[in-house]
């Protein structure tokens, strides 16, 4: 059986740390791009809080609740096979205190996720702590956190080498099975991963983490002219169904939809 048709669990990203392999991963919020992203070999699938931006055209993540974590992740599990499915903890999710963040990463492995992800380090090393302890898988994310942009002042590259390390180091030390790098200087994005044990997955930190994730819609072109210069287009599926939406509307005006062989 080839290694990758395997089912990808925590002890895998290890193992691929270990032999020098890339960890893929991408965001899916339902199940026919979950399905397909599945089928197309990708190791992990992140039930992003970007779905705040991307599906419901918020300008930030703070709207994204509990309740809608829980129901694309419900969504994204039913579709999902071989990949390891990981939920993001939303904005308020984990602040307040261990019961708060156990009962919501909880709600979350109900669902179907095999891990949740939550952003921080320092100030999170206790929480990682807390739920690795009762048995629940965590991804770490440091650097530019998506919930913190206020405190940055905006969507801006975080070049502080010395606290970016300490947050990172707290993640792994907390027991963290594997850690998000966003938003960073590519040197620092090295240094931080030969320093850590557990992998490290980049987006918008260069060429030297130990895999990569983005956005789906941004792969696919779906999201405007919105595009972070450390996005890549694999394809533009906003073309392609602008076109198919004409010509149905086309072919209903004129009569041509539908024949008589799409009747009963």
């Known amino acids: 059986m080839d290694a990758r048709a395997k089912k990808v669990t925590v ?4 193992a691929m740390k270990e032999a020098g392999e890339r960890i893929t991963m991408l965001t899916a919020y339902d199940f026919p791009f979950a399905e397909i992203m599945d089928e197309a070999g990708v190791d992990v699938i992140l039930v992003g809080d970007s779905v ?31 990949a390891l499915l990981v939920a993001d903890m939303p904005f308020l999710s984990f602040q307040v ?19 949740v992800k939550l952003e921080g380090g320092t100030a999170v090393e ?11 898988p965590v991804m ?5 956190t998506p919930q913190s942009v206020n405190a940055f002042g905006g969507f801006v590259p ?28 590519e040197a620092i ?4 991963t030969a320093a850590l044990a557990i992998p490290t997955i980049g987006i918008g930190a260069g060429r030297f983490c130990g895999g ?28 392609s169904a602008r076109a198919a939406f004409g010509a149905f509307v086309s072919e209903v005006r004129a009569g041509q939809f539908p024949e008589e062989k799409h009747g009963y």
């Open 11 to 14: 002890r895998t990203l290890r």
């Open 189 to 192: 994005a090295q240094k931080v």
């Open 212 to 239: 990569q994730v983005l956005v789906m819609h941004d792969v696919l072109g779906l999201c405007g002219h919105l595009r972070p210069r450390f996005v890549k287009v694999y394809d533009n599926l906003a073309e």
């Open 97 to 115: 205190s261990d019961e708060e963040t156990i009962r919501n990463a909880g709600r979350l492995i109900a669902e179907g996720a095999e891990a």
């Open 140 to 144: 770490g994310h440091v650097g530019l």
């Open 52 to 82: 705040g931006y991307v599906v419901q055209g918020g300008r930030d993540s703070f709207r994204v609740t509990m309740d809608q974590m829980a129901y694309h992740t419900g969504m994204v599990a039913r579709a999902r096979k071989r």
């Open 126 to 136: 206790g929480r990682i702590r807390r739920l690795t302890e009762i048995g629940l």
């Open 158 to 185: 975080q070049r502080d080498e010395e606290r970016i390390m300490a947050d990172a180091r707290a993640v792994e030390r907390g027991g963290a099975f594997s850690i998000v790098l966003e938003g960073m200087p």
